[in-house]
């Protein structure tokens, strides 16, 4: 096991990894910018070394100063977090070549599964469901109408060569695709020099679903359930949940085996994430893209399951088997994220960063929050916006509802405006209450209504 | 003036945790200032490495050196050469050899005043564009570990 | 100058929460500052029984209204009759008789100035001993709730 | 089901309550001292009103102002918490005389297991096991002798009238017991003009170990496992735990058995505690005394139960039956919860009140903080002087300690001296670890070591 672990990351998820560190014996060092000098990871690991100025190109991006440091502190591995350097195979790789353990996949399988074009063909391969549609461009209208016919309306064209919404048509029956279809190829033609288009299911009313897999270096590979994050406002996730409210236990079985199936095919190891987009129409999960690294919702999984998902993590890197099997993973009861951002929702959202005066942090049964915060802390402008991650876990989801709701009342941060606010209206809205949400409720509805 | 006053005086600082206090008179000029609510720890000294204590520490928590403030200070018109990676400080090219530089030795940007060896690789370390005058101090001892942003020298 | 007034000064600053007093004389500049980023909350509003809002509030946490600080207080050196238990105030001893007193009755701690019933008791208020004097000012409604402290009255 | 409830307390207590009742829709009018005026239950409750000033008799227990406060605020109950008025059997009287529901058990039930001595009769008549000895004062040598041998030495003789140490001796065998008695009979006789002496067993290495108790006004009483606070200092709980490290399956379902006969002898409902006297040599247990209320170390309960114990008291008493039966009780984990004071333990645990600087609360998966302190706020020296308690909840005793570890040593608290460095030092004791301790463990051994 190892002894020391260097943690090239900063904010909560440095909290967190300090935690399980320190839970299991392992001393932990920070590396940490100027501008996190009185942080609190920067406080509690046992080693904290600095590495550079704020801009994160210059410290939590640097890859040569944060490999100083490790070999520096001597230590025996790399927690990369999330972000930042946590999915850079060329780090991993020269992580791996000083002799140090990377705390993620080999850089082989970040290579295989970061490419989306890559990790689509490769789960098609392994008979894992992508989006349905042409196999490359078609040629004729009758080859188009053929495939629409099979994957069933709406379809979306889309040019190969496109992007920025040109070349793009929606088509809900015959004419509109044959119409369509003309339009797009001319569109593409002008606008790239290349009028290839493909069809494909256009998924309208969407969840995000994603599965927790976890491997060992052993090619052992288990699912640790799904979690729904259908509540985003611009690609951005909000609200996270499991299980979900809206698939049935085939479908999450079936999920899970998908997800692991992805996983070996990569040769994939330690902690993963495998997103779906689930078509609530053609009750139908596609796979999106693999993430190669702990997730920042990853405590909806653990509060479920009873595991520590980044003590799991730096055991497999170690060496270790994975101590259970598919079948010993069991959850128990609903658990809901909420991110707790420095961020004006009533504006745009826009960045709020500044000093925290008073701060109180919620607390009680079945509540747990992640945060790198205090009261006198200055959020520093120069990274994301996260105060904290609040983690409630009930019998059901009504009652996690309940506690969540508790829980933000009791919620006190002064000084930068928060998202707080936001959440307490979200989760009385009738339609989150009874989880009849797609993953544009936010942007298109909630925020309009 | 009597020494009691500023005894007083000073007493009265500590009590009401003020950090400015300026008296005139004939007849009169007060102003006093407050400690900001510096309510934060006192960041953790600006060498590398606090090591933690692990064990429980009856009293933890060490408490910063306090900063010699007060002292009209010599270096204060100095510019500092920091160091631009962590690693370790090399104040010689080889072991049999002379320091780079010592006090009073006349540096510019073009001038290696040290090697710091991060990643089996020897960085020469020169001072930054503009600075240029004679070190005044040497802040680091050879073979000693440094972070990002350790001052090395001092050059005025 | 007097040491003494320096007390004085802090002794203000820190009921006053300034952070920062600058006076000058021949003749007066003053300069007082406050604490900025009030890092605690402001005190519920000294009225009793603040209902939080329990929706969501867009704008939550009701702004204390300003303290208004610099106005010439005539009431500065009243004595205060306060609430003594938590319950409503009446100001006439039935529906249709007079009020207890008004501004400008002459009271002293044997002057009954109203009655707050709690738990089906009216209990009679008089003024604390040794207040004495006319009434200035009548801070409560008849059949108003008060808590404990509330102020009913200033007697200058 | 309760639309508003008056808390008749302050501090963790007050927020501990608040955060159960607005998780049940329930309205929360909280009663404060002048000297609790800026504190967390007063900003966070639904309506706070002043009663009196700092000294608690004016205020805190001050029955009339209290009353005319829930007259005032129109609330359908009051919750005592503990401390304070929680065991006053005429407070109860009196807000059930008002109409208001007193959220604890009847006042009868109140005074019936309030007098220790009416206590330990009541528990004798139920068949409850308490320190065996004579049927009252010994009459002659034969028959102190008699109990000696069935009892087994060491024993412990005892004036009726006695107190102080005086009139006390303690028996290790025959010789002793017959000169002890004589001594003790003369001692006696001239301290308080009164020579009547018993004899009783002397539990020289005991542990306390207590059951929760809960009932319904319908009769019927579950036993929700037990609490094993043997680590005190002169008597004043440090530590909690559950289960108990030293007690077989077989005892625990005895000791539960005969706290849920002993509450039904008295007529008892809502929460209770039953405690016991654990003799480590006998491996015998003896009941002490019953406290009729909620208890400072419940969360540990809770966390290895799964229930809000706060829920359940207020679900009683409005009527409602108990949601579930003694064989539906099923513990998971250890949990151990200790008592973070403002005091300074390296010097007589002398109390450290005052305002907190800076504030950081542990957290993490198995963490739970109940506090009512945050950065800013100063620790009126009116009261008691907890700052938080701390629990955490582990698969098994070990992993309990280790997170206990971790927690201790992230929790930071600028101001005021705490006891945190005692935990620290405490849990890493190897007795504590392997549990090797009696309730002198502190005082006699630990921190003289």
């Known amino acids: ?449 | 003036m009597d020494i009691k006053i500023l005894k007083e005086i000073t007493k009265l600082m500590k009590e009401n945790d003020l950090v400015e206090v300026e008296v005139e008179s004939e007849d009169l000029k007060i102003k006093l200032k407050k400690a900001s609510s510096q309510s934060q720890f006192s960041a953790p000294a600006s060498h590398l490495m606090h090591h933690h204590a692990p064990a429980p520490a009856p009293v933890a928590a060490a408490a910063a050196p306090v900063p010699e403030v007060a002292k009209p200070d010599e270096f204060a018109n100095c510019k500092q050469v920091i160091s631009p990676i962590p690693g370790t400080v090399y104040l010689r090219p080889n072991p049999d050899a002379a320091n780079f530089c010592q006090v009073g030795t006349q540096v510019d940007e073009s001038k290696v005043v040290c090697l710091i060896e991060a990643m089996k690789v020897f960085n020469e370390i020169k001072p930054d564009a503009g600075i240029k005058g004679t070190i005044k101090k040497v802040l680091v001892q050879d073979g000693q570990a440094v972070e990002y942003g350790t001052v090395l020298f001092l050059v005025g």
């Open chain 1, 1 to 449: 096991m190892f002894k020391r672990i260097l943690i090239a990351n900063r904010g909560e998820i440095a909290m967190r990894i300090i935690r399980t560190c320190r839970r299991m014996g392992i001393e932990t060092v920070v590396v940490y910018s100027t501008a996190d000098k009185e942080s609190l990871p920067v406080r509690l690991a046992d080693v904290a070394i600095c590495i550079g100025p704020g801009p994160a190109k210059q410290s939590y991006l640097n890859i040569n100063n944060i490999i100083a440091a490790a070999e520096l502190a001597d230590v025996d591995a790399i927690h990369p977090g999330y972000g930042f350097l946590s999915e850079n195979s060329h780090f991993a790789q020269v992580v791996r070549d000083c002799k140090i353990e990377f705390i993620g996949p080999t850089s082989q399988a970040m290579d295989a599964l970061g490419n989306k074009a890559k990790a689509k063909s490769l789960a098609k391969k392994a008979g894992v469901p992508v989006v349905p549609g042409s196999d490359g461009p078609v040629k004729t209208q009758e080859e188009a109408l053929a495939i629409a016919h099979k994957i069933g309306f709406p379809v979306m064209i889309k040019a190969t060569a496109g992007g920025g919404g040109r070349g793009m048509r929606v088509a809900q029956n015959d004419v509109s695709l044959v119409s369509g279809l003309i339009q797009a190829q001319r569109e593409a033609e002008a606008a790239f020099g290349n009028s290839e288009c493909i069809v494909e299911a256009l998924v309208q009313r969407a969840r995000h679903i994603e599965i927790q897999v976890i491997g060992d270096t052993h090619g052992e590979v288990v699912a640790l359930g799904e979690r729904d994050c259908s509540t985003q406002r611009r690609h951005q996730k909000l609200v996270e949940e499991s299980p979900s409210p809206v698939i049935t236990p085939e479908t999450r079985k079936q999920m899970c085996a998908d997800a692991v199936k992805l996983a070996k095919a990569a040769g994939y190891w330690n902690a993963g994430t495998v997103e779906f987009i689930y078509d609530l129409d053609r009750k139908a999960y596609y796979f999106l893209e693999m993430n190669t690294r702990i997730q920042v919702e990853h405590p909806v999984t653990e509060m479920v399951t009873g595991l520590d998902l980044i003590r799991e993590q730096i055991m497999v890197a170690s060496g270790g088997h994975l101590p259970f099997k598919q079948e010993d993973i069991r959850t128990q009861g609903h658990a809901i994220e909420v991110r707790i951002n420095a961020e004006d929702w009533q504006n745009g959202f826009s960045p709020s960063p500044g000093k925290i005066g008073m701060y109180v942090a919620p607390s009680g049964k079945g509540v747990r929050v992640d945060s790198h915060c205090y009261a006198g802390y200055t959020i520093p402008p120069n990274y994301d916006s996260m105060i904290a991650k609040l983690i409630v876990h009930g019998d059901d989801r009504a009652e996690a509802i309940r506690f969540l709701d508790q829980a933000l009342s009791e919620y006190i941060i002064e000084g930068p405006k928060t998202t707080i606010g936001f959440h307490q209206r979200l989760i009385r809205d009738v339609r989150f209450v009874h989880s009849e949400i797609t993953t544009k409720f936010v942007d298109e509805t909630f925020l309009r209504g």
